[in-house]
């Protein structure tokens, strides 16, 4: 899964829980039955992960070019900032 694809999977669980969340309080509010809220939320969160769990192709549709191992010798890593200690300076008085 490229970094779109993870993007668009947090984008559709969020919603997906969200509307299953509603649908459920509304559904357990009319019904008055704290079972039927707690089974359709239930449902959505399975649904929901089966639906963002796997690694479906459509979430792979902007994959990453690799550089090949002879390529990678040629350009040079990144170097860390080495952080400089500031010296404090002592005042005098």
């Not at 299953?20 to 309080?25: C, E, L, N, R, S």
């Amino acid at each position: 899964m490229d970094w779109q694809g993870q993007k668009l999977v947090e984008l559709w669980m969020q919603v997906m829980l969200l509307v299953f969340a509603v649908v459920a309080f509304v559904t357990g509010y009319i019904t008055a039955s704290f079972r039927t809220m707690m089974l359709i939320y239930a449902g959505g969160v399975v649904f929901t992960s089966l639906v963002t769990v796997p690694n479906w192709p459509f979430f792979n549709r902007h994959p990453l070019k690799w550089l090949d191992p002879s390529e990678a010798e040629k350009h040079p890593k990144p170097q860390q900032a080495v952080a400089s200690k500031d010296k404090k300076k002592s005042s005098k008085k």
